[in-house]
């Protein structure tokens, strides 16, 4: 998943006290909902053709 963009942004809030805005916390969040939806796609999927067997 593309999560280290959002890490590198996070360490760099949290420990180099550097400060993002508005564009930045979207694209994070962005990001986020996109990864959860493609993890969860991918589950569904393995459920689905575990079923057809």
């Known amino acids: ?13 949290l420990v180099l006290d550097q400060h993002l805005g508005a564009a930045s916390w979207l694209a994070i969040a962005v990001i ?3 990864n959860a ?4 796609a991918a589950a569904g ?6 079923l057809l067997r």
């Open 45 to 50: 999927y393995s459920k689905k053709t575990d």
């Open 1 to 13: 998943m593309s999560v280290n963009p959002v890490f590198a942004a996070l360490i760099g809030v």
């Open 37 to 40: 939806v493609s993890v969860g």
């Open 32 to 34: 986020v909902t996109a």
